[in-house]
């Protein structure tokens, strides 16, 4: 993969997909995380903040609520994460690197679980501190290393109809850095390379709660269904789904409960 955010086969260009992620998943997996962004990157009120990777919205519409009468930008690749979001902001498509304003424009940079979606993170964010004034702070979440037992199922069962080995692959090619920020120690060292001060990281544990009909939705819409959907025809995808559904209920009941760990990383751009 390139330096663009996802690949040009992302589900997440797909308006279908793009509006079961606003309705679901953005507010079942994403909201408690972008609300701690925006509190650990000490946002002031009227400041003028950028949104990396934007999606539908999740980050921009924290980042609205605390500035205020400030100014907020979303940039995404994707035209249907962008339609199908909320209005708050200017919305901009677009990628990191190669973000499309001047140097020390906004107060506040955040990209919320999209560094490993970069090849090159070290130059994506760079560019964030490009853009982000002096004294400005910088703010990403990426993902832990808890098991994920919810997860661990949805392998079994595709495990059936690809080896691990090949869905590994299939899968750090569209996600290649997820493995190098999951720990404190890469956070700290990517933060680092890019020169910024005042550096934190912070660990951190949620529940996410969903009705197994809602989880099963989300699947069918995420990078998951791309990886595999080469290997079904349509007959194959319901059987895969049925197959799926089936098991969770058998482990997890109705109601589908799980906790995911995450790391907020902020910095200070300290020189120009």
């Known amino acids: 993969m390139n330096s663009r955010l996802i690949e040009s086969d992302s589900p997440y260009l797909d308006p279908l997909v793009a509006a079961t992620y606003h309705a679901i998943t953005a507010s079942a997996q994403f909201a408690y995380p972008a609300r701690e962004l925006v509190r650990q990157l000490a946002v002031a009120r009227g ?62 940079v955040a ?74 120690e890469g956070l700290q060292d990517l933060f680092g390379a890019a020169g910024l001060g005042l550096i934190s990281i912070a660990a951190l544990e ?22 595999l959907r080469v290997m079904f025809d349509a007959n194959g995808w319901t059987r895969f789904t049925r197959d799926v559904t089936e098991a969770l209920r058998r482990r997890f009941g109705s109601r589908i409960e799980y906790v995911r760990d995450f790391s907020v990383a902020t910095g200070t751009r300290t020189a120009d």
């Open 206 to 227: 949620y529940t996410i709660s969903l009705s197994l009909e809602d989880f099963v939705t989300v699947k069918a819409a995420s990078l998951e269904r791309t990886l």
């Open 47 to 108: 400041a003028r903040a950028l949104d990396v990777g934007c999606g539908t919205g999740v980050v921009r519409d924290a980042l609205a609520q605390a500035i205020g009468s400030g100014h907020v930008v979303g940039i995404d690749p994707s035209i249907a994460m962008l339609r199908a979001g909320s209005s708050n902001g200017a919305l901009v498509a677009g990628t990191v690197p190669r973000l499309p304003f001047d140097r020390g424009v906004f107060d506040i």
């Open 111 to 184: 990209a919320s679980f999209v560094l490993s979606h970069v090849a090159d993170p070290d130059a994506a964010l760079a560019d964030m501190a490009r853009v982000c004034k002096v004294n400005g702070r910088i703010g990403i979440t990426a993902w832990g290393t808890l098991p994920n037992p919810v997860g661990a199922v949805w392998k079994e069962i595709a495990a059936t109809v690809a080896s691990a080995d090949e869905l590994g692959s299939a899968f750090r090619r569209v996600i290649p850095s997820e493995d190098r920020l999951a720990s404190g």
